[in-house]
């Protein structure tokens, strides 16, 4: 990995959307994946607050990427996240609207619903993260791998997580084992990156090292983003401090005014 490596998502991404969720950690390397690979067509299975989603979205809008973006969920909850009400619809809905308006539509629908909406071989990204059991996500894979490009990416989330009945590890593994091009990040709860055989991929600096043999690159990608969630996660935070310090000080200098 060249020492000289450095993405959009250090240089000017700050999230639009920030809500609780385990792909907090994968954020910078979203931004930077859509941002490389410059997608026309982008799905997710499995949306629920959309943190993923949007920083999908925000990538294709800051970056001038002409493409469209598909949110697909029932948003009803499963055994994993329990069931909820529709504030989480409606909540991810009105976002939609007010920022990324003519290219990210939600599909409210279950996945293999959805699937007579695409054509085999149009989406260049895929994101998995729908019920986490071992025969969910491989099915969902089974049924949506056609849909995707020859030279197109597949995200799975959770694949570290070894946790009740979840199963994204282990049908991750046995990607690994029959697919050339694949990636595991580590940090949090794992993400999975496979690109499909085949077509004419954009090949970008980051695409050349997620796909790197070479042990120690390997080691020193998922080292930088394990760094930059981490920096990310910092420079929101003293953000955030900043503005609660302004705001404290507002108020003082307001009660002292009053009181003279």
Same mark, same amino acid.
């Not at 931004?31 to 690979?37: G, P, Q």
């Not at 969630?229 to 302004?246: C, D, P, S, T, Y």
């Given at each position: 990995?060249?020492?000289? =490596?450095?993405?959009?998502?250090?240089?000017?991404?700050?999230? $639009?959307?920030?809500?609780?969720?385990?792909?907090?950690?994968?954020?910078?390397?979203? =931004?930077?994946?859509?941002?490389?690979? +410059?997608?026309?067509?982008?799905?997710?299975?499995?949306?629920?607050?959309?943190?993923?989603?949007?920083?999908?979205? /925000?990538?294709?809008?800051?970056?001038?990427?002409?493409?469209?973006? &598909?949110?697909?969920?029932?948003? #009803?909850?499963?055994?994993?996240?329990?069931?909820?009400?529709?504030?989480? &619809? %409606?909540?991810?809905?009105?976002?939609? $609207?007010?920022? =990324? +308006?003519?290219?990210? =539509?939600?599909?409210?629908? &279950?996945?293999? #619903?959805?699937? +007579?909406?695409?054509?085999?071989?149009?989406?260049?990204?895929?994101?998995?993260?729908?019920?986490?059991?071992?025969?969910?996500?491989?099915?969902?894979?089974?049924?949506?791998?056609?849909?995707?490009? @020859?030279?197109?990416?597949?995200?799975?989330?959770?694949?570290?997580? !070894?946790?009740?009945?979840?199963?994204?590890?282990?049908?991750? #593994?046995?990607?690994?084992?029959?697919?050339?091009?694949?990636? +595991?990040?580590?940090?949090?709860?794992?993400?999975?990156?496979? !690109?499909?055989?085949?077509?004419? @991929?954009?090949?970008?600096?980051?695409?050349?090292?997620?796909?790197? !043999?070479?042990?120690?690159?390997?080691?020193?990608? !998922? /080292?930088?983003?394990?760094?930059?969630?981490?920096?990310?996660?910092?420079?929101?935070?003293?953000? %955030?401090?900043?503005?609660?310090?302004?705001?404290?000080?507002?108020?003082? /200098?307001?009660?002292?005014?009053?009181?003279?």
């Amino acid at each position: 990995m060249s020492s000289v =490596y450095f993405p959009p998502s250090l240089q000017h991404f700050e999230p $639009r959307r920030m809500v609780f969720s385990t792909w907090v950690d994968h954020l910078p390397f979203a =931004y930077d994946l859509v941002t490389a690979l +410059r997608p026309e067509v982008v799905v997710e299975l499995g949306v629920y607050n959309g943190l993923s989603f949007f920083t999908f979205c /925000q990538a294709m809008q800051e970056n001038d990427i002409d493409g469209v973006a &598909y949110a697909i969920d029932c948003w #009803e909850g499963d055994k994993h996240t329990d069931h909820y009400d529709d504030s989480i &619809y %409606r909540d991810v809905q009105q976002h939609a $609207r007010e920022h =990324y +308006r003519g290219f990210a =539509y939600l599909l409210r629908m &279950y996945f293999h #619903e959805a699937l +007579r909406h695409f054509n085999d071989d149009s989406i260049d990204l895929l994101h998995i993260d729908g019920l986490h059991t071992y025969e969910a996500v491989k099915e969902d894979f089974t049924t949506w791998y056609p849909k995707v490009k @020859p030279g197109g990416i597949v995200l799975f989330h959770d694949v570290m997580a !070894r946790l009740q009945d979840f199963g994204a590890w282990k049908f991750f #593994e046995e990607l690994q084992a029959e697919h050339a091009e694949t990636f +595991r990040f580590n940090h949090g709860f794992g993400l999975g990156v496979l !690109r499909k055989p085949g077509g004419q @991929p954009r090949e970008t600096e980051l695409t050349g090292l997620l796909f790197d !043999r070479d042990e120690a690159s390997v080691k020193r990608l !998922r /080292q930088f983003y394990t760094h930059a969630a981490h920096f990310l996660e910092a420079r929101r935070q003293a953000k %955030r401090l900043k503005e609660l310090i302004g705001a404290k000080k507002k108020g003082g /200098q307001g009660k002292q005014a009053a009181d003279g």
